[in-house]
């Protein structure tokens, strides 16, 4: 089993910045790919979106929306993943996820960390 805790959520203006964190525990070996997805107001489960993901070598995956604007970075000897985002829109706002698996960069692997809520208002 993997545990997933997040952190750094909140609440910020529009054009400010926030940055998520992820630490892993339990049985980290078999992450490959560990990231992040969000969970608009008003979306299922089933609807999370992908935001970014990255692989244990490196490799990453960030989706259109977010690209220039959301980076992310991991620390292979603190099984933590970072989510650094600047310039947050309103749009932006939802639950962020962590999410770890094996595949790469889709789809979302079998963890996922109870959530952290980002608001960005206008």
């Known amino acids: 089993q993997v545990q997933l805790v997040e952190s750094g959520g909140g609440l910020v203006q529009a054009g400010g910045s926030l940055r998520l964190s992820c630490a892993a525990s339990?049985?980290?070996?078999?992450?490959?790919?560990i990231g992040w997805y969000r969970q608009a107001p008003g979306k299922q489960r089933e609807q999370r979106e992908l935001?970014?993901?990255?692989?244990?070598?490196?490799?990453?995956k960030i989706a259109d929306s977010v690209k220039g604007r959301f980076t992310i970075s991991r620390d292979n000897a603190k099984n933590t993943v970072y989510l650094q985002m600047n310039s947050l829109k309103p749009e932006d706002t939802a639950v962020y996820y962590c999410?770890?698996?094996?595949?790469?960069?889709?789809?979302?692997?079998?963890?996922w960390g109870q959530g952290t809520q980002v608001t960005v208002s206008s």
């Open positions: 339990g049985r980290t070996i078999s992450i490959n790919t």
């Open positions: 999410n770890a698996g094996p595949w790469f960069p889709s789809p979302p692997g079998r963890y």
């Open positions: 935001v970014a993901v990255i692989t244990s070598g490196g490799s990453t």
